[in-house]
């Protein structure tokens, strides 16, 4: 492997490392065609951290023509075992590597020290899970009448495009390369634009794994330049997407305008966290607090819509916005940090309109509203009240520490209002009566169900939307499919003629 284009850098927490600045394609590091670079930004500071080369639509292609010619290759012939043990010990370098992915992590993105590194450890295991997935893919025998031998065989779909978001940027990478490489796809992934940094420092383990030369394709660059160009490149099988749902629509489009491409994608969300008036008020209050504000609220399945029963509404507000008080926004190598800031000042402005937004629409700020500090990209934790089902803050996706509070009567109602956006990733109940969860439980239209709970991930469960949250699931068994298809086999025996 030639020697990486790198940079010296040195963390806020003080560890000094060479930080890959080019595009990983074939096994290789190399400069983009167009030797353009764009900088990414410290969201803590607003200052720049370093500058990576940008890929372009030359640049994609190049990479497509590296995974074509792995997965034709030596990656075809290797045994499934053998492709387990490679994600194994990428999983295994995560885990070695942790304490600087974390920080590298942690100054690209914002998010403070513990999550980051929780992060990366969900990352690896992620990884290892689906290590253990690759020599488990099984066709079927189907019988059918004598004379003939039927089966089926799952086989992997070829080159998969994968693009990520900046919000989880480890952990995402890890969704999508563990089941597309467990199934015997090669890749070729573009990290957000955002966030490049910690995905590159992967890519340097993928070299160290055992990885068969262009199998990982790793490029940092734009939506509407590299991304585009996966989406619509006619030698691209599937393409993956974790991001917005307007996005989403593009991305699908260009899939069906060009070869007519799988697609999965995972987006956004607008999710009700319901608390019925038996729940226990002081872990409702702890899991919404989580349920928004974990990660900045920065999260596609963020309980930004708290829906409380009228009986323990003001009850549920006092305790809520006392918890909210105690959560320490700042710097995200302080220990004592809950929320770091928001990963960019787009993302900021963002925000902000949507909380002017509430409050010109007449919803009351109970806490929160404004910025944090005066550098960095930092937001109080905003509540609002006084909301109804119609205005702007309760129907679109605002994607920061922004959550309404509002009250309901009965199920009926809750229902009704629960599944009154376009969107259906996740949704929460909290109460101590088994017949009323199951209740709600079915008829929510959402791809995941939290009971007395909020943000329970683990890799062995599927995730993934209904209605314009997504198509297709993350995790699990589930995601295999993703990255497969079916060949029937007949076999005449003998016993049947013309």
């Known amino acids: 492997m030639s020697t990486p284009h790198t940079v010296t850098l040195t963390t806020p927490n003080g560890i000094t490392y060479e930080q890959p600045q080019g595009l990983f394609i074939n096994g290789e590091w190399v400069k983009g065609q167009d030797g353009q670079m764009f900088e990414t930004i410290n969201p803590s500071t607003e200052k720049v951290i370093c500058s990576v080369h940008e890929a ?62 929780g992060d990366i450890m969900a990352a690896a295991a992620c990884l290892r899970y689906y290590g253990g997935w690759a020599d488990k893919i099984h066709g079927k025998v189907i019988d059918t009448q ?3 031998f039927n089966y089926t065989k799952s086989e992997p779909i070829g080159v998969c495009g994968q693009i990520i978001p900046w919000n989880f940027p480890m952990l995402m990478w890890a969704w999508k390369i563990g089941p597309a490489l467990a ?117 596609c399945c963020a309980g930004s819509r708290i829906y409380v029963q009228e009986e323990i509404y003001d009850t549920f507000l006092e305790k809520f916005k006392a918890r909210i008080a105690q959560n320490v926004v700042g710097d995200p190598f302080d220990p004592k940090t809950f929320q770091g800031p928001q990963v960019s000042q787009l993302q900021f402005d963002r925000i902000m309109g949507y909380i002017e937004h509430g409050k010109s629409e007449g919803a009351k700020v109970e806490i929160g509203g404004k910025r944090h500090g005066t550098t960095g990209y930092f937001i109080e934790p905003t509540i609002f009240s006084n909301v109804d089902i119609n205005m702007k803050i309760m129907q679109e996706e605002i994607f920061g520490p922004v959550a309404s509070v509002a009250k309901f009567k009965d199920v009926e109602e809750i229902i009704k209002i629960a599944n009154s956006t376009q969107y259906g990733l996740a949704s929460a109940i909290h109460t101590k009566d088994l017949n009323t969860a199951m209740t709600v439980v079915d008829r929510l239209h959402a791809g995941t169900v939290w009971v007395n709970c909020y943000n329970m991930l683990h890799t062995a469960l599927p995730f993934g939307g209904y209605k314009s949250s997504g198509i297709g699931r993350e995790l699990g068994k589930e995601a295999l499919a993703n990255y497969t298809q079916i060949k029937t086999v007949q076999i005449n025996m003998g016993g049947h003629g013309n």
């Open 56 to 117: 372009t639509e030359k640049d994609v292609d190049i990479a497509v023509k590296a995974a074509r010619a792995a997965f034709n290759g030596e990656w075809r012939t290797m045994t499934p075992a053998n492709r387990g043990k490679c994600l194994m010990k990428l999983a295994r370098l995560f885990e070695e590597n942790v304490e600087l992915m974390t920080a590298v992590e942690s100054m690209d993105n914002g998010k403070n020290n513990g999550q980051a590194k």
């Open 183 to 299: 199934t015997g796809n090669c890749v070729v992934l573009k990290t957000a634009e955002q966030t490049p940094l910690c995905g590159l420092i992967a890519a340097t383990l993928v070299a160290q794994s055992g990885f068969p030369k262009g199998v990982v394709n790793l490029i940092s660059g734009f939506g509407k330049t590299a991304g585009a160009a996966i989406s619509s490149h006619m030698d691209i099988d599937k393409v993956a997407f974790t991001g917005s749902t307007v996005v989403g629509r593009t991305i699908m489009k260009a899939a069906a305008n060009s070869n007519l491409k799988k697609v999965t994608l995972e987006l956004g969300g607008k999710s009700p966290n319901i608390i019925f008036k038996d729940a226990d008020i002081d872990k409702a209050v702890e899991w919404a607090n989580t349920g928004i504000f974990f990660n900045h609220g920065q999260c």
């Open 146 to 148: 004598s004379g003939t």
